[in-house]
């Protein structure tokens, strides 16, 4: 049962560099979320994707860009690195036609922008 | 802007002791209450969760308490254990969930 896998899970860039975040999920789900986890902030919301062929800008998203590439995947792609990206970012999906709202959550990537 | 106040930022709970966590939200267009567990190195997980037409909900040791009135909920573990220990989140969706809010967090350290 993989879930929701995010890749990479680990990634240390210099200001200014560019990334992207893959996700992927196997639950066909229809909802896909982009969050960032910062000491003291809790989760943020960067972008969601209420399906596919969807996104929506969430609390933070300054500095990110996404794409909803098929149903299963969607990736945060960071264009121009700053350190104030520096954080752990976690990938979620959920299946809004069961109408409980669980968000089932990847392990994480930690990113470091130095 | 922070929609959902969690407290205490750190909790230090005895084994066996009970652990309280609590939140508050401003925004009444909520309509489900979720706490997310998180441990080390891993994603949130749903733990457990409550709409407003109930007081309390309680699933093994974890009950969630709820206030539509004053606008808090919180999160009750009797009996707590090592095993326990991890970060919880509160959450707040409204209509539709797509966006979900979510507290700062609280780390449950449980001593032996």
């Known amino acids: 049962n993989a879930g929701v896998t995010q890749t990479p899970k680990f990634q240390v860039l210099k200001t200014g560099q560019s990334m992207t975040l893959q996700c992927a999920q196997d639950m066909n789900h229809n909802s896909m979320y982009w969050y960032r986890q910062d000491p003291g902030m809790g989760l943020r919301l960067i972008y969601y994707s209420a399906s596919e062929g969807t996104t929506d800008k969430g609390e933070v998203p300054n500095g990110y860009n996404v794409s909803r590439l098929n149903k299963r995947e969607f990736s945060l792609r960071l264009e121009s690195a700053a350190p104030s990206q520096t954080s752990v970012y976690f990938c979620?999906?959920?299946?809004?036609?069961?109408?409980?709202?669980?968000?089932?959550f990847g392990e994480g990537s930690r990113l470091t922008v130095l | 802007q922070q929609q959902v106040k969690q407290s205490p930022q750190s909790l230090i709970v005895q084994k066996g002791g009970i652990s309280i966590i609590n939140c508050a939200y401003e925004?009444?267009?909520?309509?489900?209450f979720p706490w997310y567990q998180q441990f080390p190195g891993k994603g949130p997980a749903l733990l457990i969760a409550?709409?407003?037409?109930?007081s309390e909900k309680k699933e093994g040791r974890f009950t969630i308490s709820f206030n539509k009135s004053a606008k808090q909920f919180s999160l009750h573990i009797m009996d707590s254990q090592p095993g326990d220990s991890a970060t919880y989140f509160c959450?707040?969706?409204?209509?539709?969930?797509?966006?979900?809010?979510f507290g700062t967090g609280t780390k449950l350290q449980v001593i032996p």
């Open positions: 979620a999906s959920s299946d809004r036609g069961r109408n409980t709202g669980e968000l089932f």
């Open positions: 959450a707040a969706h409204s209509g539709g969930y797509q966006k979900v809010t």
């Open positions: 409550i709409r407003p037409d109930v």
């Open positions: 925004n009444t267009a909520f309509d489900y």
